[in-house]
Structure formats: structure tokens, C-alpha cells
């Protein structure tokens, strides 16, 4: 099984995943593909299937795009609140919704032949 791997970049939470599986569901650009993610997030894996949008950009380039809907409390984190202060001085929270949505966005391209042929 190929698995394609993704990791965030300068986010202050780990998310990174794991592509387990595609499956074609369009004839046409850009096609549509259902697949099978591994999604780890702070240190929790769940598995989730996201719809994956795959553009061809020309020369030999690929863009592939894909957005699913998560709960934090799924990988273990509880949604964060935001401490106000009443006029009276008691302190209310206000707690942000538990779902977050999460985009991906893959640009693909071939290796220059003259760079892959070191490669076994």
C-alpha cells in the first residue's frame, strides 16, 4: 500500500496524517477521489475519509485539495474558553464549538529525469 504523508508547518499543534487509500469517483477535471486519511493530531490517530479534489496544472504538475470536519474532543482536546469578566467582576466563558474544520493542499510535480536516475 503507498501511503502519502503530511505534516503541518509553523502551526503550534502537531497534525500531520497519512493518505491509506484512494478511490476514483469522477471522469472528469478536476476529478473527485474518496479516500482514506490517518490523522493524528496532538498525538491521536483517528482514521477519517476525505473527498480529495485532484486539479492537473500542466507540465507534468498536480494539485490536490481536500477539507474534512473534525471534532478537538476526538483527539483529545478540549475546546478552549474565553474568561470575561461580568460587571460585577464574576468571571463567564464563552466555549468555542467543538468542530474544526481542517484543509489540505498538495502541489504535486514530476522529478527532472536527470535527478532520478541516482535513485534506484
Known amino acids: 500500500m503507498t501511503r502519502a504523508c503530511f505534516q ?49 496544472l500542466g507540465d507534468g504538475k498536480l494539485k490536490l485539495t481536500g477539507n474534512v470536519s473534525a471534532k478537538m474532543s476526538d483527539f483529545g482536546i478540549e475546546p478552549p474558553k474565553l474568561p470575561l469578566a461580568k460587571p460585577e467582576g464574576s468571571p463567564i466563558a464563552i466555549k468555542y464549538r467543538d468542530e474544526i474544520d481542517l484543509t489540505v493542499e498538495w502541489l504535486v510535480a514530476r522529478q527532472p529525469a536527470s535527478s532520478a536516475k541516482d535513485e534506484p
Request: charged share 10%.
Open 8 to 56: 503541518n508547518r509553523g502551526l503550534s499543534a502537531a497534525i500531520a496524517g497519512a493518505l491509506a487509500g484512494l478511490l476514483l469517483c469522477t471522469n472528469g477535471a478536476p476529478y473527485v477521489l474518496d479516500s482514506q486519511c490517518e490523522l493524528v493530531v496532538a498525538g491521536v490517530t483517528n482514521e477519517v475519509a476525505m473527498p480529495i479534489h485532484l486539479l492537473p
